[in-house]
C-alpha cells in the first residue's frame, strides 16, 4: 500500500511533533507538526523513494496535508 | 491614458504564455541542439510561431494583428529564450523591426498594406544597420539612397545581417540622399523580391550560432513608398534604440532563468540523495537567484517607462530625453554582463554535469550565448556614448 510506504517516509523525515504512532491517513499533518521547511526535506525523500518529481502545481498545502493526499498526489504523478 | 495591454474578449497574456510554452516545448526545444551544433536557421521553430500567428503580434488589431505591448513582448522573448537562445533573438530583432514601422509609418497607406500582407503571410524582417567602412555606429551611414521616378535604388555592404537569407524583407539604414551627410539617415523597407545578396562573410561563431548573421553586399530597388516616412533619428530614438535593449535584455533573462532552474533541479537531484541535510550548493543557488531577481527588475524597470512615455501625451517624449537614453544603455549593459554571471555560477552549481555536451543539466550553449550579450552593439561603444550623455544629463 502506498499509504504505508508514505507513512513510514513521514515518520522519517517530516519532523511531526505529534506522536506519530496516532497518525491516521486522514489526520491533519500540519496540526501534527509539518512546516513549510521540513515540507521539503518530505518531499525529496518521496521523489526520491518513488521516482518522481513534483510539478510546481502539486506543491501546495493541499497537497502536503494528510497522507492521503499524499497517496493520490504519487498514485497521479505515477500514472502519467 | 493608459490602454489595457490585451482586450477582455481576446486571449489573456497567461494563456498566450502558457500557449508558447507547449509550443517552446514541442516545436522548439528539441531542435535547438541541432540549430546551434549546425549553425542553421531554426526552421521548425519558426514554421511553428508563423502557424501561432506570432510574426503579427505586435501588429495593432484593428490591422489583424495581436496587439500586444512591449511588456507582453517581453514577457514573450524571456520565455521564447528558455527553449532557444537564437529563436528567442531572431523572433526579437523581427519584432523591433516591426515596431519601427507600427511606431512610424501607420500614416502611410503603403505601410498599413504592408502590415495586413505580414499578418496574412507572416513575413519575417530582418535589418541592415551596420555596414562595412563605419562599423558598429549604427547612427551613421556610408551608402545612400537615390529616388528618381518614384522608384528608389540602394546599395550597401553590410557585414551583419542577421537571418538575412530566411528573411522575406529587410529593414536598411542609408543616407537620405547621395547629397545627406553621414547621420542624416532614412529607414527603408527592402522587400526581397527587389534585392540581391551576394555573400560577404559566414557565420561560425561562439553562440547565437542559429541567427545566421552573415554579411552581404545588398542591391536593392523598389518604391519609393516603402522609404519609412520620418527621418531615422526619430525611429532611433523612439524604437529602435529602447525597444532593441528591452527585447534583447528580456531574452537574456530568460536564458539565464534557464540556467538558473537547471542549475535548481540538479540541487534538488542532490537533496534527493540527503534527506535532512541540503547540499552545500543549495546556498548557491539562493545567491544567484538574488542576481536573477536584480536583473527581472531591471527589465520591467525599463518596460514600465517605456511603456509610459509611449502611451503618454507628449509628442516629444523621447526628444533629447538623456535621463531615459542612458537607463536603456543601463540596461543592455548591466543585463548582458549579469547574463554571464548568473549562467557561470549555474554552470559551478551543476558542476561537470553543466559542463558537459551530453548532460540533461549542460549549460554549454547557455554560456557561449551569453558571451554574446556584451558583443552585439559593444558595451564600450555604449558606455562611451553614455558618457557624454551623463555630462548632459540634468536630473537625478
Known amino acids: 500500500m502506498v499509504q504505508n510506504e508514505i507513512r513510514d517516509l513521514v515518520i522519517k523525515h517530516a519532523r511531526l511533533s505529534a506522536d506519530v504512532s496516532v497518525l491516521t491517513d486522514r489526520s491533519d499533518l500540519y496540526a501534527a507538526g509539518l512546516t513549510s521547511l521540513t515540507t521539503v526535506n518530505l518531499m525529496l525523500a518521496l521523489e526520491d523513494h518513488f521516482d518522481i518529481e513534483f510539478p510546481d502545481r502539486m506543491l501546495v498545502r493541499r497537497t502536503f496535508g494528510s497522507i492521503q493526499s499524499l497517496a493520490e498526489a504519487v498514485e497521479a504523478l505515477k500514472a502519467s | 491614458m ?3 495591454a490585451l482586450q477582455p474578449e481576446r486571449e489573456s497574456l497567461s494563456t498566450l504564455l502558457g500557449r508558447v510554452h507547449d509550443l517552446g516545448r514541442e516545436a522548439i526545444a528539441p531542435h535547438a541542439e541541432a540549430v546551434d551544433r549546425e549553425g542553421r536557421f531554426p526552421e521548425e521553430a519558426f514554421r511553428a510561431l508563423k502557424e501561432a500567428r506570432l510574426l503579427s503580434c505586435y501588429v495593432p488589431t484593428e490591422l489583424g494583428g495581436m496587439g500586444l505591448n512591449i511588456a507582453d513582448l517581453s514577457k514573450l522573448c524571456e520565455v521564447l529564450a528558455g527553449y532557444c537562445g537564437s529563436t528567442a533573438m531572431i523572433f526579437a530583432m523581427h519584432q523591433i523591426q516591426v515596431a519601427c514601422i507600427v511606431h512610424h509609418a501607420l500614416g502611410s497607406a503603403t505601410f498599413r498594406d504592408y502590415l495586413r500582407d505580414l499578418v496574412r503571410h507572416q513575413y519575417l524582417l530582418a535589418s541592415a544597420t551596420t555596414e562595412l567602412g563605419i562599423g558598429g555606429d549604427v547612427r551613421s551611414s556610408l551608402c545612400a539612397v537615390a529616388v528618381a521616378d518614384g522608384r528608389f535604388t540602394l546599395e550597401k555592404q ?9 528573411a522575406d524583407a529587410i529593414l536598411v539604414t542609408c543616407r537620405s540622399s547621395p547629397e545627406a551627410g553621414r547621420s542624416d539617415q532614412s529607414h527603408v523597407l527592402v522587400r526581397k523580391e527587389g534585392c540581391v545578396l551576394k555573400p560577404l562573410s559566414g557565420w561560425d561563431t561562439l553562440g547565437f550560432r542559429g541567427t545566421c548573421s552573415s554579411g552581404f553586399t545588398l542591391t536593392a530597388e523598389g518604391a519609393a513608398g516603402q522609404i519609412l516616412p520620418v527621418p531615422y533619428a526619430e525611429i532611433h530614438a523612439k524604437t529602435m534604440h529602447p525597444f532593441s535593449h ?5 531574452l537574456w533573462t530568460g536564458i539565464a532563468a534557464d540556467a538558473v532552474a537547471r542549475a535548481r533541479s540538479f540541487v534538488r537531484a542532490e537533496a534527493r540523495k540527503t534527506p535532512g541535510t541540503l547540499p552545500p550548493s543549495a546556498l548557491r543557488l539562493a545567491e544567484v537567484d538574488t542576481a536573477l531577481f536584480s536583473m527581472r527588475a531591471g527589465v520591467q524597470q525599463a518596460v514600465a517607462e517605456y511603456l509610459q512615455l509611449l502611451t503618454g501625451e507628449d509628442p516629444e517624449a523621447f526628444e533629447s530625453n538623456y535621463g531615459f537614453a542612458l537607463r536603456i544603455n543601463n540596461l543592455k549593459v548591466v543585463s548582458s554582463q ?22 540533461k543539466f549542460s549549460l554549454c550553449r547557455q554560456l557561449r550565448d551569453a558571451y554574446g550579450a556584451a558583443l552585439m552593439v559593444n558595451n564600450d561603444r555604449i558606455l562611451g556614448q553614455s558618457s557624454t550623455m551623463q555630462i548632459l544629463q540634468r536630473e537625478g
Not at chain 2, 246 to 250: E, K, M, N
Open chain 2, 158 to 166: 553590410a557585414p551583419v545581417i542577421s537571418y538575412g537569407e530566411a
Open chain 2, 2 to 4: 493608459r490602454e489595457p
Open chain 2, 338 to 359: 549579469l547574463i554571464i554571471d548568473i549562467v557561470g555560477r549555474a554552470m559551478l552549481i551543476c558542476g561537470i554535469s553543466g559542463y558537459r555536451n551530453d548532460s
Open chain 2, 246 to 250: 528591452i527585447v534583447w535584455s528580456s
